[in-house]
């Protein structure tokens, strides 16, 4: 059996084999905020130049281009966590061959004309990639396991995002690790051959949520200069605040098996003494994003509530307006996206409030397609209030309000109103239309005789 193996393991695939070398020489430079990212379809692209991190929008474009010229049909294996030195330690890169974990993936390196290898992608980048293929392939993504896949049925027209999770042990020992890595290649070897029997063209992706490891390079130093760098963020946080949000209440709620499981999030975002995490959140002259972060809300361990605004000037009304753009919700890399600029917007000076903001009664938030998996939640704030521009201090300018001037209450009694008038002028119209006799009878005098000529 060793025998018969030793020529199979002997060759290594140009691409696996670049790839390894690229772990080798990132390994020693970079830290715990990149993770791996590998593609592989039947069109080639051309990779990143070694030492360069992949972002958000490189990675937009790397896949836009694939699914442009390759298949539609993308089968994503997400993994937990994933970093290079599980590549490193596991895939048989220093000439330990024979001990490699992933197997099935190599083989499919092997078989595909040109790879792409990424070997460092910025982590909120493939944190984010569900949430950019489902951009682009416009349709939701399908959470499944193999068992799942080979009763479906799929059609190379029609463009599906297949989504496997797949696990890896925390504070697990390495040969616990080393066990978690390879039943996930197996995974992937069972995806693959189920794909290729319903010979069905697709695009794979193999990449994780976050890193597995932390580096803390360089000693005390560097350790150092980290906690400074944090300490002078807190600091620029606190003197240039540019974004203000307060709401009396604030949930989300999730439609499953028929039913809607509510999470209050107003104790974790407004409650006393909490200081939410926003880190993501970012703003300039015309555009500002809040990000919330949070963990396990319903079941989702990671979970960001992010609120993305505009300012610009209209020549209409001579001014500036800002507009709540969107309110999106990213949970474990998938995102829904509800619109929010028809509704909820004020002169970019003053701030926006309204009593009720969401997407189920009177909605002011419309999911931005049907098919969109906004449409399973619910999004509710209770006396909302938010300014994303012009602001000075820790006050808000002054607010433009939701209701108006015509409140409903206002619109009640006014119809009350027109209806008693109607009621009252219909009375005197009929009052007037009486007439009163022009004759009248004298009991004592003789009786008055009206003639029938008259």
């Not at 937990?80 to 001990?99: L, R």
């Not at 098919?371 to 006396?383: I, M, T, Y």
């Not at 015509?406 to 002028?425: A, E």
Request: glycine content about 8%.
């Amino acid at each position: 059996m060793a025998s018969a193996q030793t020529p199979l393991l002997s060759r290594i695939s140009a691409a696996w084999a670049v790839f390894l070398g690229l772990l080798n020489i990132l390994n020693a430079g970079f830290c715990d905020e990149q993770v791996p990212l590998l593609l592989w379809t039947s069109e080639g692209q051309s990779p990143p130049t070694a030492g360069h991190i992949v972002g958000q929008q490189q990675l937009a474009s790397y896949l836009e281009k694939a699914l442009n010229v390759g298949p539609r049909n993308v089968v994503l294996f997400l993994q937990d966590k994933m970093s290079i030195e599980d590549f490193t330690m596991y895939g048989g890169a220093f000439g330990n061959k024979q001990d490699s974990v992933f197997p099935n993936l190599e083989g499919a390196l092997m078989s595909s004309s040109s790879p792409l290898v990424l070997p460092a992608v910025s982590w909120p980048a493939s944190n984010a990639v569900i949430g950019q293929l489902q951009d682009q392939l416009e349709t939701s993504p399908l959470y499944m396991d193999p068992e799942t896949l080979s009763q479906l049925r799929l059609n190379a027209s029609s463009p599906a995002l297949l989504v496997f999770r797949l696990p890896y042990g925390i504070g697990a020992d390495l040969m616990s690790a080393k066990e978690i890595l390879s039943g996930n290649d197996e995974v992937i070897g069972q995806v693959l051959s189920i794909m290729k029997t319903q010979s069905v063209p697709y695009t794979a992706i193999y990449t994780a949520l976050r890193p597995s490891r932390v580096s803390v390079g360089g000693g005390r130093s560097l350790l150092q200069a980290r906690g400074g760098y944090r300490d002078r963020e807190r600091e620029r946080e606190r003197e240039d605040t540019c974004i203000l949000m307060w709401a009396k209440g604030l949930s989300v709620s999730i439609l499953r098996s028929g039913r809607w499981e509510e999470h209050d999030l107003t104790p974790s975002t407004f409650g006393e003494g909490v200081s939410p995490k926003l880190h993501g959140s970012s703003c300039d002259k015309t555009k500002a994003k809040l990000v919330l972060n949070y963990e396990n809300v319903l079941g989702h361990r990671s979970f960001k509530l992010i609120f993305a605004m505009s300012q610009r000037h209209y020549k209409v009304s001579a001014r500036r307006w800002f507009t709540l753009d969107a309110v999106e919700l990213e949970y474990d890399g998938t995102k829904a996206t509800f619109n929010g600029s028809r509704h909820v917007y004020a002169p970019a000076e003053y701030s926006y409030r309204c009593e009720s903001v969401t997407n189920f009664r009177w909605p002011l938030l419309i999911p931005r397609s049907s098919k969109d998996p906004a449409n399973q939640w619910r999004v509710s704030f209770e006396d909302f209030q938010i300014q994303g521009f012009n602001v000075t201090g820790s006050e808000f300018s002054y607010a433009s309000d939701c209701a108006g001037f015509f409140s409903p209450g206002i619109w009640m009694g006014l119809m009350t109103s027109l209806l008693m008038v109607l009621v009252l002028t219909y009375g005197l119209h009929m009052i007037m239309q009486l007439r009163t006799m022009d004759r009248f009878d004298d009991p004592k005098g003789p009786a008055i005789s009206v003639p029938q000529t008259e």
